[in-house]
T-cell receptor
Framework: SQKIEQNSEALNIQEGKTATLTCNYTNYSPAYLQWYRQDPGRGPVFLLLIRENEKEKRKERLKVTFDTTLKQSLFHITASQPADSATYLCALAGRSQGNLIFGKGTKLSVKP | NAGVTQTPKFQVLKTGQSMTLQCAQDMNHNSMYWYRQDPGMGLRLIYYSASEGTTDKGEVPNGYNVSRLNKREFSLRLESAAPSQTSVYFC????????????FGSGTQLSVL
């Protein structure tokens, strides 16, 4: 069956360091992959989208990579800040059916 | 610019009661979705509507019904609530012609006792 795994439930890092979050998938051929941020008591907010034919996307301090051979996406936050503390979700959409399937999320805590 | 608005924000039901969760979007989006989010389970799709007048089942549709009232509104109904339906419910919308990203509401926290 299709499976999406975000390897860490929680990640704690020091302010200023780079946070790296992982999203792996099996039995799936996604057309694209998205990353969302979710704060407590709020709905997810879209951050970045990367397509199957793209290797890397950047937006300010955020960088996403997509390796369809490894079936993995990495999400990086450089120069992390306490305000980056949140849960980050990855989501995949298939080619034939565009509905997103979400991972369980990684809770990032950035300590000052 | 309100985006996606869900009501109510909180609700407590007794087993067997019914209720409707309301969702409205003001972005003229074609597609709308209902997800539930449970600890350790992530977001799971209940129902979706690709366009006005159409609805389809998602991953976990049992115990729910939906109505796409018009392009703006998409409601989720629990006919006979069960404790297993205790969850946080999110409505989302997407302009499928222009973008694949979802816009989410702020959620409804539902407890069924």
């Amino acid at each position: 069956s299709q499976k999406i795994e975000q390897n860490s439930e929680a990640l704690n890092i020091q302010e200023g360091k780079t946070a790296t979050l992982t999203c792996n998938y099996t039995n799936y051929s996604p057309a694209y992959l998205q990353w969302y941020r979710q704060d407590p008591g709020r709905g997810p907010v879209f951050l970045l989208l990367i397509r199957e034919n793209e290797k890397e996307k950047r937006k300010e301090r955020l960088k996403v990579t997509f390796d369809t051979t490894l079936k993995q996406s990495l999400f990086h936050i450089t120069a992390s800040q306490p305000a980056d503390s949140a849960t980050y979700l990855c989501a995949l959409a298939g080619r034939s059916q565009g509905n997103l399937i979400f991972g369980k999320g990684t809770k990032l805590s950035v300590k000052p | 610019n309100a985006g996606v608005t869900q009501t109510p924000k909180f609700q407590v039901l007794k087993t067997g009661q019914s209720m409707t969760l309301q969702c409205a979007q003001d972005m003229n989006h074609n597609s709308m979705y209902w997800y539930r989010q449970d600890p350790g389970m992530g977001l799971r799709l209940i129902y979706y509507s690709a366009s006005e007048g159409t609805t389809d089942k998602g991953e976990v549709p049992n115990g729910y019904n939906v109505s796409r009232l018009n392009k703006r509104e998409f409601s989720l109904r629990l006919e006979s609530a069960a404790p297993s339906q205790t969850s946080v419910y999110f409505c989302a919308s997407r302009e499928t012609e222009k973008s694949e990203k979802l816009f989410f509401g702020s959620g409804t926290q539902l407890s069924v006792l």
